[in-house]
């Protein structure tokens, strides 16, 4: 296995795991919005949008492990790349750094550094 593919695959176990993590903590959100008399329908979206980002980042793992193996497959994963830093400069604006700015900030680097190496590899 080449650098590229080593990069893309640690970067999409790292976005996996924090994937599943954090759709497990959803019952914490849920007594946070009790706790801070979050109501219908703003609960049920909070809910639906914290699920749908944790799926969000496990499904990208997926496209980037699979892209990783396809010959053209580094700009699928460059793609993956500016996903992830969207979302890092978009949760960093709202909430702040926090492990998770991290996690996805590195994953970004790795998916970046892995679509990169793939590309020249295929040029």
Same mark, same amino acid.
């Given at each position: 296995?080449? @650098?590229?593919?080593?990069? @893309? #695959?640690? %970067?999409? &176990?790292?976005? /996996?795991? =924090?994937?599943?993590?954090? /759709?497990? #903590?959803? /019952?914490? *959100?849920?007594?946070?919005?009790? +706790?801070?008399?979050?109501?219908?329908?703003?609960?049920?979206?909070?809910?639906?949008?914290?699920?749908?980002?944790?799926?969000?980042?496990v499904?990208?793992?997926?496209? %980037?492990?699979?892209?990783?193996? *396809?010959? #053209?497959?580094?700009?699928?994963?460059?793609?993956? +790349? %500016?996903?992830?830093?969207?979302? +890092?400069?978009? &949760? =960093?604006? =709202? &909430? /702040?750094? =926090?492990?998770?700015? !991290?996690? &996805?900030s590195?994953? @970004?680097?790795? !998916?970046?550094?892995?679509?990169?190496l793939?590309c020249?590899?295929?040029?």
């Amino acid at each position: 296995m080449d @650098t590229a593919t080593w990069c @893309t #695959r640690i %970067a999409s &176990v790292i976005l /996996g795991a =924090f994937g599943v993590l954090h /759709g497990t #903590r959803l /019952g914490n *959100i849920e007594q946070m919005m009790q +706790a801070g008399g979050v109501k219908a329908p703003l609960d049920a979206l909070l809910k639906a949008s914290w699920l749908i980002f944790s799926l969000e980042m496990v499904m990208v793992a997926i496209v %980037a492990i699979v892209a990783s193996q *396809i010959e #053209r497959g580094g700009r699928i994963v460059l793609l993956c +790349a %500016a996903m992830m830093a969207a979302n +890092a400069v978009l &949760v =960093f604006h =709202f &909430v /702040g750094l =926090f492990i998770g700015v !991290y996690a &996805v900030s590195l994953v @970004t680097i790795l !998916y970046a550094a892995g679509g990169w190496l793939q590309c020249r590899k295929a040029a």
